[in-house]
């Protein structure tokens, strides 16, 4: 487990981030629900459980309670692993408390000990917060895949080097 500061705006002193476990399912698809409008399976979820890259954040204010999760992976690349950042949300009541931040920065982290030199990402072309927490990390347009979303939303392929 890995416990960072933060500086929030609602005065989190300590995020914990941690691997998923199967105990946390339930609350990790209870925010996928309440986040996406599209939300993957729970099934979908569990198939990640064991992965290195499947973390969950806990906040000294929740009673070890999941406030936020990524799931990261990597695909084969030429040779060399690309890290993938497949899902990433907040639970609404910890959002602008540095959640979001820690959980990218370990899974970043997490990617780049396993051998990937660069990561990428899709995210909603409208999902404003979402893009100015990529690009706080470097990340970059790159493409954009139109009807990415059964909506019909464009999806914006993001990219950066480890």
């Given at each position: 487990?890995?416990?960072?500061?933060?500086?929030?705006?609602?005065?989190?002193?300590?995020?914990?981030?941690?691997?998923?476990?199967?105990?946390?399912?339930?609350?990790?698809?209870?925010?996928?629900?309440?986040?996406?409008?599209?939300?993957?399976?729970?099934?979908?979820?569990?198939?990640?459980?064991?992965?290195?890259?499947?973390?969950?954040?806990?906040?000294?204010t929740?009673?070890?309670?999941?406030?936020?999760?990524v799931i990261?992976?990597?695909?084969?690349?030429?040779?060399?692993?690309?890290?993938?950042?497949?899902?990433?949300?907040?639970?609404?009541?910890?959002r602008?408390?540095?959640?979001?931040?820690?959980?990218?920065?370990?899974?970043?982290?997490?990617?780049?000990?396993?051998?990937?030199?660069?990561?990428?990402?899709?995210?909603?072309?409208?999902?404003?917060?979402?893009?100015r927490?990529?690009?706080?990390?470097?990340?970059?347009?790159?493409?954009?895949?139109?009807?990415?979303?059964?909506?019909?939303?464009?999806?914006?392929v993001?990219?950066?080097?480890?």
């Amino acid at each position: 487990m890995t416990t960072v500061s933060s500086d929030g705006a609602n005065g989190v002193a300590d995020i914990r981030i941690r691997t998923a476990e199967r105990a946390d399912l339930l609350a990790i698809h209870r925010i996928e629900q309440a986040v996406f409008p599209q939300p993957w399976p729970f099934s979908a979820l569990e198939s990640y459980l064991g992965e290195s890259g499947f973390l969950v954040a806990e906040t000294d204010t929740d009673e070890a309670r999941v406030a936020g999760y990524v799931i990261a992976d990597t695909v084969p690349n030429h040779g060399t692993p690309l890290g993938h950042v497949k899902d990433l949300a907040v639970c609404e009541e910890h959002r602008r408390e540095g959640v979001a931040t820690a959980l990218l920065r370990r899974a970043l982290s997490k990617l780049e000990s396993v051998g990937a030199d660069s990561a990428k990402l899709e995210v909603r072309a409208e999902n404003e917060e979402a893009l100015r927490l990529y690009r706080q990390f470097g990340f970059e347009h790159r493409k954009t895949i139109p009807n990415y979303y059964s909506n019909g939303e464009d999806a914006l392929v993001m990219v950066r080097l480890l």
